[in-house]
């Protein structure tokens, strides 16, 4: 039996985030240089999105006091922190991103807190965040090159703050600002037939800025940490959430919503989805004598196992082992008044 109450009205978010699992997957294992590689634009960036979103959703339904707020997802933060490190010491062919996504969590929470009422204030630090990344990027990794002999555990937080080849907080933060700022407008902008238009313009826009960087000299590469990489993924992952809700709604209204039991399994078990990742890979690199991932058949098994696991999972116990560990970690809270409750919201 199910451990906890649902709420369809987030099945949305729900399913973008099992969008970025699945994008995940593509994105680490489909062959280098093919064109499964366009993932790779859309996978951390929606992440972040989501994280922002989420915890906009539940400042608004929620209200948390501020102490719990912050306790809570400084607990997460630091959960994701130590699973990353231990996820990463397991398999090294990946970049595991959850230390950098733990160390999100704990920042954007009490920036989150300052700026969740303020959605044009947000966009605006956001903007900032993304012309200012660049620059905080550079000098990281000068700070490293001159620190051969820093600490090991200075070196990990400054990269995962501002230096990391692939990700970085002080990237990903400006993203997350996106996603809190969405989540003042999202029933709107998801309500049909709205969202698809919605939905199509961020996409639109997110190409025009893509376009835009790649012709300029510092490029709009995936994870580059430039302006209009960061500027043209927040767009991207906006869009790739609204229209998340706008392909759930509309393949219910056809009858077809079962469709998408997959997906959204595996967007409320993501941690446990990203676990199970790693786990089959290093199971895999063991037997193949740490061989390349990189392997359509590799792609294929691993989609079958996360998703097929965290559907299983979800339909049979209604909840994956990790994230029974985080629900234990947060604070119960009161729905607010003349709203439903919100489980998965900050899942």
Same mark, same amino acid.
């Given at each position: 039996?199910?451990?906890?109450?649902?709420?369809? !009205?987030?099945?949305?978010?729900?399913?973008?985030?099992?969008?970025?699992?699945?994008?995940?997957? $593509?994105?680490?294992?489909?062959?280098?240089?093919?064109?499964?590689?366009?993932?790779?634009?859309?996978?951390?960036?929606?992440?972040?999105?989501?994280?922002?979103?989420?915890?906009?959703?539940?400042?608004?339904?929620?209200?948390?006091?501020?102490? *719990?707020?912050?306790?809570?997802?400084?607990?997460?933060?630091?959960?994701?922190?130590?699973?990353?490190?231990?996820?990463?010491?397991?398999? +090294?062919?990946?970049?595991?991103?959850?230390?950098?996504?733990?160390?999100?969590?704990?920042?954007?929470?009490?920036?989150?807190?300052?700026?969740?009422?303020?959605?044009?204030?947000?966009?605006?630090?956001?903007?900032?965040?993304?012309?200012?990344?660049?620059?905080?990027? +550079? !000098?990281?990794? /000068?700070?490293?090159?001159?620190?051969?002999?820093?600490?090991?555990?200075?070196?990990?937080?400054?990269? =995962?703050?501002?230096?990391?080849?692939?990700?970085?907080?002080?990237?990903?933060?400006?993203?997350?600002?996106?996603?809190?700022?969405?989540?003042?407008?999202?029933?709107?902008?998801?309500?049909?037939?709205?969202?698809?238009?919605?939905?199509?313009?961020?996409?639109?826009?997110?190409?025009?800025?893509?376009?835009?960087?790649?012709?300029?000299?510092?490029?709009?590469?995936?994870?580059?940490?430039?302006?209009? +990489?960061?500027?043209?993924?927040?767009?991207?992952?906006?869009?790739?959430?609204?229209?998340?809700?706008?392909?759930?709604?509309?393949?219910?209204?056809?009858?077809?919503?079962?469709?998408?039991?997959?997906?959204?399994?595996?967007?409320?078990?993501?941690? *446990?989805?990203?676990?199970?990742?790693?786990?089959?890979?290093?199971?895999?690199?063991?037997?193949?004598?740490?061989?390349?991932?990189?392997?359509? =058949? $590799?792609?294929?098994?691993?989609?079958?196992?996360?998703?097929?696991?965290? =559907?299983?999972?979800?339909?049979?116990?209604?909840?994956?082992?990790? /994230?029974?560990?985080?629900?234990?970690?947060?604070?119960?809270?009161?729905?607010?008044?003349?709203?439903?409750?919100?489980?998965?919201?900050?899942?």
């Amino acid at each position: 039996m199910p451990t906890h109450s649902r709420s369809t !009205r987030l099945d949305g978010l729900d399913a973008a985030r099992g969008l970025a699992v699945v994008s995940m997957l $593509i994105a680490h294992l489909s062959p280098v240089g093919g064109p499964a590689n366009i993932t790779e634009y859309l996978t951390a960036p929606l992440f972040a999105v989501v994280i922002g979103v989420a915890m906009g959703l539940v400042l608004e339904d929620r209200r948390p006091p501020t102490r *719990t707020f912050l306790r809570d997802n400084a607990l997460r933060g630091i959960l994701l922190v130590l699973l990353g490190v231990l996820l990463q010491a397991l398999y +090294e062919q990946i970049v595991v991103v959850l230390p950098y996504l733990g160390l999100l969590i704990i920042v954007l929470a009490p920036v989150a807190l300052l700026l969740h009422r303020m959605p044009i204030v947000t966009l605006g630090v956001a903007a900032g965040l993304a012309v200012l990344s660049p620059l905080v990027m +550079e !000098r990281a990794r /000068e700070w490293m090159f001159t620190h051969p002999d820093a600490p090991g555990m200075v070196v990990d937080l400054v990269r =995962w703050l501002a230096a990391g080849s692939s990700y970085r907080v002080v990237s990903l933060l400006a993203m997350a600002l996106g996603g809190l700022a969405l989540a003042t407008v999202l029933r709107r902008a998801a309500q049909m037939p709205g969202a698809w238009l919605v939905g199509g313009v961020l996409l639109v826009v997110s190409l025009a800025a893509y376009v835009l960087g790649a012709a300029s000299p510092d490029g709009a590469a995936a994870y580059s940490g430039t302006t209009a +990489e960061i500027v043209g993924a927040t767009l991207l992952s906006c869009g790739a959430v609204v229209l998340s809700f706008a392909v759930l709604q509309t393949l219910r209204d056809l009858g077809a919503g079962r469709v998408a039991d997959p997906v959204l399994a595996t967007g409320r078990l993501a941690l *446990t989805a990203y676990t199970l990742q790693v786990l089959w890979l290093a199971l895999l690199s063991a037997l193949r004598d740490g061989a390349p991932d990189d392997e359509w =058949w $590799i792609l294929g098994s691993s989609l079958v196992l996360v998703v097929g696991a965290c =559907w299983a999972l979800d339909r049979w116990w209604g909840t994956g082992p990790l /994230e029974w560990v985080v629900h234990r970690l947060r604070t119960p809270l009161p729905a607010a008044p003349g709203r439903h409750s919100s489980p998965r919201a900050d899942a």
